[in-house]
Every structure is written in structure tokens, then in C-alpha cells.
């Protein structure tokens, strides 16, 4: 990855982007994608839309989530501290001392440290956090932080990427901003290519609270068949998945079976790690939106996902922009088609 990629991918990742606040994300993205048509739902997911030469030519979508974890305020208590709600599970134990970002309506935000204040930590050797003995010190009063802070703010654990070496990297959101890094190099890859069929190239909203986005952006897309970029976790998987081993192609979920043609397809022609989660992603949900999307998630394998220090390793970030370029180079629209209407082809 060049020095200007990096610079893009830290910014990426360090860029707020809880869920219903992915405005500095979808900038970023809106400029890399300038010279494309650009579509958007009214959730704020964004793409851009590679056109081909022949009228009616069928969609590619190539995406990933924009959003990231969070924490949402609930109440103001008396001594000024912020209580919280969690925006998809976090573990309580992983939020305890971690600094934050209460970002205020006027996009504006403030540091504060999550805290755990019914217990001397010098003093007990506590084992065990749960969620509701947690709470946001600001330094401020119940006065001071009325002043600044309302109900529905929300904050995010901060966590700026550093390199751990030069090509290690360290961060928050890197499971997903990283893709979102790579679907942008493939387009700079591809966008003066002569294509027979369209690629939408672009990030979805509002995801990790429940796929929300998700369903709106296929409707708005209505892919014919899609690819979804995700980080994967390599801590205790099963089977095994190594960073620093190139793509990892998820065959199962819990939420969805990958189409089987597009997978065979595309595991015929780039060498994966296979991987079988079960948390889900996108692809959970383009899948079966519309009429039924033939889809498939792949990526790369990542450490602490749902943490601000996530560990992911660029030169397979380079691989599986590579690898993608490639494959939709080879790619059409006769077999695009022949993908999307796979279960008569099972016949």
C-alpha cells in the first residue's frame, strides 16, 4: 500500500462513523469515488455507480458497512458522569478505563473515560464488569455537562490506528474502514476499464445496529449479484485463518449460505483461507433483499475485532485488492447472469 493509500486508510479509520453518524466517512468516500455516478439511500449509505457501454448491463455491488460501534447517552447523572447504551453488543470488560468521544448534535467532541465507580481498583481485584455499573467521568458538573451534552449523543471508543511496524497496523474500525480502503483502490484499479456489466462501489450505513442499512441500500442498488468485504476474526477461529495469509472466503453464517456458484466461481481463481462464522454481515442481508442476491463475503483474517485495537496486516489488504481487481476483470455479464439464476443451474 503507497504512502497516499495509508494516509487514506488512516483517516478511514480514524474518521467518527457510529451508527447514524457517518458523515466524515461518506465524505471521504464521496471524493475517492469523484468521476462515478453517485447513488445514496436516504439512511446515508453511498455508492458509485462504474457504468458499462450496454444498456441494461447487470450490477456488481462490491461494499462493506461504514458504521462502527458505539456507545449512545442516555441520562446525565446528578454528579455530571454520562450513562449509556451500548449500540450492538460490546463487552462491558473491554469499555472499562477506555478513553471516548462524546460527540455533541453540533459535531463537536469531547474526551471523557469510561469508569467503573463502585470499585477502588488499587485496592480490589475486581474479576468481573457489568454493563450497568458503567458510566462516562467528563470532569464537568450536572450543570456543566447539561450545558454541553444531550440525551442521544453518542460517543465512541477512541482509538486512532497506529502502525505497529510498516505494514502492521493497530486501530478502531479497522474491520471494516480497511475494506473500505480496498473497494477504493479496485475501483482506481478499474475505472478506465471496458466493462460489459456495472459495478457499484461504496459503503453502507446504519449497519451494525441490526443490518438497518443493509436492506435499503440493495433496494437501492438492486445488485445482480454482490460482493461483501469484511475483516474476520482469526482469535479462535475454526477452522484457523492467519493474518499475513491473504483472503479469507466465508462459506457459512448463521444468517446466510453464500451462493455456491458464485463462491465455487471465485474460489476457482483466488487462493482463500475458508472461514465459517457466525455473527454474519452484510451479506446476511443482500442475500435475501429484493428478489434474492447471490452473494459472497470475503476479506481478510483480523485480531480483536470489535475493539479499538483491532490488528490488521496492509500487505493482505494489497492481496485482496489484487485478487478482486483480477477477479472482476475476468468477470461478465454472462456469468453474471448465469450466477444469479443459479438454482436452475443446480438442476
Known amino acids: ?77 446528578e454528579d455530571g458522569r454520562l450513562s449509556f447504551v451500548t449500540l450492538e453488543d460490546i463487552s462491558p470488560a473491554s469499555l472499562l478505563h477506555q478513553r471516548v468521544q462524546i460527540w455533541t448534535r453540533n459535531h463537536k467532541y469531547y474526551y471523557g473515560v469510561v469508569t467503573c465507580i463502585g470499585t477502588k481498583f488499587m485496592e480490589d481485584a475486581k474479576s468481573t464488569v457489568t454493563l450497568s455499573e458503567l458510566s462516562i467521568e467528563t470532569g464537568m458538573s450536572e450543570t456543566e455537562a447539561k450545558n454541553i451534552f444531550q440525551i442521544g449523543d453518542l460517543a465512541l471508543v477512541d482509538g486512532d490506528m497506529k502502525m505497529l511496524n510498516d505494514h502492521v497496523a493497530l486501530g478502531k474500525a479497522l474491520y471494516n474502514r480497511l475494506m473500505i480502503e480496498a473497494i477504493l483502490e479496485i475501483y482506481e484499479n478499474l475505472k478506465d476499464d471496458m466493462l460489459d456489466y456495472q459495478i457499484a462501489f461504496g459503503g453502507i450505513a446504519q449497519s451494525v445496529i441490526g443490518w438497518r442499512g443493509t436492506k435499503t441500500a440493495t433496494y437501492t442498488v438492486r445488485p445482480d449479484i454482490a460482493l461483501v468485504l469484511s475483516g474476520f476474526e482469526a482469535n479462535h477461529a475454526d477452522p484457523t485463518v492467519h493474518m499475513g495469509e491473504g483472503i479469507v472466503c466465508e ?78 476483470r475476468q468477470l461478465n455479464a454472462e456469468k453474471i447472469h448465469a450466477i444469479q439464476f443459479e438454482a436452475e443451474h443446480e438442476h
Open 1 to 77: 500500500m503507497n504512502q497516499r493509500n495509508i494516509q487514506r486508510a488512516m483517516n478511514l479509520c480514524n474518521a467518527m462513523g457510529v451508527s447514524g453518524e457517518e458523515n466524515d466517512v461518506r465524505d471521504i468516500i464521496t471524493e475517492s469515488l469523484a468521476g462515478t455516478t453517485i447513488v445514496k439511500d436516504r439512511l446515508g449509505s453511498i455508492f458509485g455507480m462504474k457504468k458499462s457501454l450496454h444498456e441494461d448491463a447487470p450490477i456488481l455491488m462490491i461494499t462493506t458497512n461504514m458504521d462502527e460501534v458505539g456507545l449512545m447517552i442516555d441520562n446525565i447523572l
Open 251 to 328: 462459506y457459512y453464517d448463521k444468517q446466510m449460505l453464500p451462493s455456491i456458484l458464485l463462491r465455487k466461481d471465485f474460489t476457482s481463481q483466488v487462493k482463500t483461507q475458508p472461514y465459517f462464522g457466525y455473527l454474519g454481515n452484510d451479506g446476511s442481508f443482500i442475500h435475501k433483499t429484493i428478489n434474492g442476491t447471490p452473494c459472497l463475503a470475503v476479506g481478510i483474517a483480523m485480531k480483536n475485532i470489535g475493539t479499538n485495537v483491532t490488528i490488521a496486516d496492509f500487505n493482505d489488504v494489497d492481496t485482496l485488492v489484487k485478487e478482486c481487481t483480477f477477479y472482476c
